[in-house]
């Protein structure tokens, strides 16, 4: 499953970027998060409990980042399990754009994910469906723990900025 988008956040690219590296920002930020907990230079150890459709799932795991390039791009690849529900990873490529003179970002990501498990049963357009409500509760929460507004960007306008 591909998914791609691109949010628009009233903070300096700088703050952006802090925060994406902030396990207690990241920790309010992700919908359902019981733990977070940074794990070496260069990636992070969760636990967070999600409802994928009908399921109810609790997954563990972790996240690496890659292809650092502060405060403009990385990498994130991560993989986590869910027991008997199954299991799910993927890697997202986030780009971070500086726009309105540096007063404002452009968020984009671009990711791909595997499920496996009774999750994969569930059907893929349930699950991109709870997928994308999760990934907008995500950015309303980051926006607002970093002190941020965010709105959601048509993808179409790729490539014009403000």
Do not use: H
């Amino acid at each position: 499953m591909e998914m791609a988008g691109r949010y628009r956040l009233a903070a300096r690219r700088e703050d952006v970027w802090r925060g994406l590296n902030d396990p207690e920002i990241l920790a309010k930020s992700i919908p359902g998060c019981q733990e977070l907990s940074k794990e070496g230079d260069d990636g992070f150890a969760a636990t967070v409990k999600a409802r994928l459709g009908p399921v109810s799932v609790t997954f563990k795991g972790a996240v690496t980042l890659e292809n650092l390039n502060p405060p403009a791009s990385y990498t994130l690849r991560g993989e986590g399990k869910g027991g008997v529900a199954g299991f799910g990873k993927g890697s997202a490529d986030v780009t971070l754009e500086e726009v309105d003179g540096g007063a404002a970002t452009i968020l984009s990501y671009a990711s791909e994910a595997q499920i496996g498990g009774k999750l994969a049963q569930i059907g893929s357009r349930l699950i991109r469906g709870s997928v994308k409500k999760l990934t907008g509760e995500f950015f309303t929460n980051f926006a607002a723990a970093i002190g941020a507004e965010a709105e959601e960007l048509p993808i179409e306008d790729e490539g014009e900025s403000s």
